[in-house]
T-cell receptor, first 108, second 113 residues
Framework: GQQVMQIPQYQHVQEGEDFTTYCNSS?????IQWYKQRPGGHPVFLIQ?????EVKKQKRLTFQFGEAKKNSSLHITATQTTDVGTYFC????????FGQGTRLTINP | SAVISQKPSRDICQRGTSLTIQCQVD?????MFWYRQQPGQSLTLIAT?????????ESGFVIDKFPISRPNLTFSTLTVSNMSPEDSSIYLC??????????FGQGTRLTVV
């Protein structure tokens, strides 16, 4: 099945700095979803992208889907301590294939 | 949206024993999914549970080790059989409509000693 590679595996930032995580696939994706998992919690849906070149924003979060639909990114502007967690990309229609996740830690 | 109640939330089990995890959904759903999340790792799909038919297992997972029941459209169980320390993981059930967001249970944190 299709796999998505996600980088970096870990990211530590100072509060207020920006953060970006990337997902890449060798094949064209029909969609990409992003999830956040707080420490000790379960994954929570953030957004789904389906269109080539799509950009969606949720407050300080910006999600992009590449023109070729083979890559995606999540960018957080001016991180806050509440952003701590692991961010996963995932692809699929019903059953999901998850990227490896990027664990974000923040120094207040 | 869907609300999923999963239990137990955590357990510590002796090796060689079995644990059954339950998931109850607040609405009828065609498919339920079971994932495993090993410590510090991503989510890996174990199987898809379909009502009225046998579950469909992903590569590397077998029914003898992870038997699944799906007696109706709102409930499913996953059993982790003959456990070893390598089975220590978080197990998550999930539902989602086609092409939309997935909802997850709170997860079962299993430690095998």
């Amino acid at each position: 099945g299709q796999q998505v590679m996600q980088i970096p595996q870990y990211q530590h930032v100072q509060e207020g700095e920006d953060f970006t995580t990337y997902c890449n696939s060798s094949t064209t994706l029909s969609n990409i979803q992003w999830y956040k998992q707080r420490p000790g919690g379960h994954p929570v849906f953030l957004i789904q992208l389906v269109k080539s070149g799509e950009v969606k924003k949720q407050k300080r979060l910006t999600f992009q889907f590449g023109e070729a639909k083979k890559n995606s990114s999540l960018h957080i502007t001016a991180t806050q301590t509440t952003d701590v967690g692991t961010y996963f990309c995932a692809q699929g229609a019903q059953k999901l294939v998850f990227g490896q996740g990027t664990r974000l830690t923040i120094n207040p | 949206s869907a609300v999923i109640s999963q239990k137990p939330s955590r357990d510590i089990c002796q090796r060689g024993t079995s644990l059954t995890i339950q998931c109850q959904v607040d609405s009828q759903v065609t498919m339920m999914f079971w994932y495993r999340q090993q410590p510090g790792q991503s989510l890996t799909l174990i199987a898809t549970a379909n009502q009225g038919s046998e579950a469909t297992y992903e590569s590397g997972f077998v029914i003898d080790k992870f038997p699944i029941s799906r007696p109706n459209l709102t409930f499913s169980t996953l059993t982790v059989s003959n456990m070893s320390p390598e089975d220590s993981s978080i197990y998550l059930c999930s539902v989602g409509a086609y092409g939309t967001e997935a909802f997850f249970g709170q997860g079962t944190r299993l430690t095998v000693v």
